[in-house]
């Protein structure tokens, strides 16, 4: 298995909703990321995971908070969202240390209400 | 992290070759250079990566300057598929560190 699988791929919540986004790898990768991707622009880090600990937060709201119950799971808990944070969320795994690649899900694209 | 310069936009024709440059002047001696490219609608996907030789794989090629301070991808012969933005990262070797996203080239290959 060779890929980052995320659900769901869409996604339509209100600003009062409480919604969970998923991500899943079986690669053995120990380091995974939260990016988001608003229209026209590169992706920007959210978190980082690394062995299973957050171990970069780049000053992300608290209205998103990030899960790794094992190693193969990544989740973003989303809770009352500003219409602005309608994106694309993707999320990513990688072996440790810079010389690894990447390997990037498809993504969600969440449309807040 | 140390920043990459890259065109905003450039064509090819299609089943011509493609040179991507990417200036990274102030790239330091653990820094490995990674190209990803991002389809429409689809997360970015790995094209490849080196640190001091050329590298080459089943996508594409990477030649990096003596001097590591510019590198250029090397798409071989495009094709309408290859038609994406292309992102240049320096990656540290120092730690787990993250891939910073520049603006990137939007390649558009010309039938």
């Known amino acids: 298995d060779t890929e980052v699988t995320q659900t769901p791929k869409h996604l339509v919540m209100g600003m009062t909703n409480k919604k969970s986004l998923k991500c899943e790898q079986h690669?053995?990768?120990?380091?995974m990321y939260w990016y988001k991707q608003k229209a026209k622009k590169p992706p920007e880090l959210m978190f980082v995971y690394s062995y299973e600990k957050l171990s970069i937060n780049e000053s992300v709201p608290s209205r998103f908070s990030p899960e790794c119950p094992n190693s193969s799971l990544l989740n973003l808990h989303l809770h009352a969202l500003q219409p602005e944070d309608s994106a694309l969320y993707l999320c990513?795994?990688?072996?440790?240390?810079?010389?690894?690649?990447?390997?990037f899900g498809s993504g969600t694209r969440l449309t807040v209400v | 992290d140390a920043k990459t310069t890259q065109p905003n936009s450039m064509e090819s024709n299609e089943e011509e070759p493609v040179h991507l440059p990417c200036n990274h002047s102030t790239i330091s001696g653990t820094d490995y250079i990674h190209w990803y490219r991002q389809l429409p609608s689809q997360g970015p996907e790995y094209v490849i990566h080196?640190?001091?030789s050329n590298v080459n794989n089943r996508m594409a090629s990477l030649a990096i300057a003596e001097d590591r301070k510019s590198s250029t991808l090397i798409l071989h012969r495009a094709t309408l598929r290859d038609a994406a933005v292309y992102y240049c990262i320096l990656r540290d070797t120092g730690s787990a560190r993250q891939l910073t996203f520049g603006s990137g080239t939007q390649l558009t290959v010309l039938p």
């Open positions: 690669m053995g990768h120990r380091a």
């Open positions: 990513a795994s990688s072996q440790t240390g810079a010389g690894y690649g990447y390997t």
């Open positions: 080196g640190l001091t």
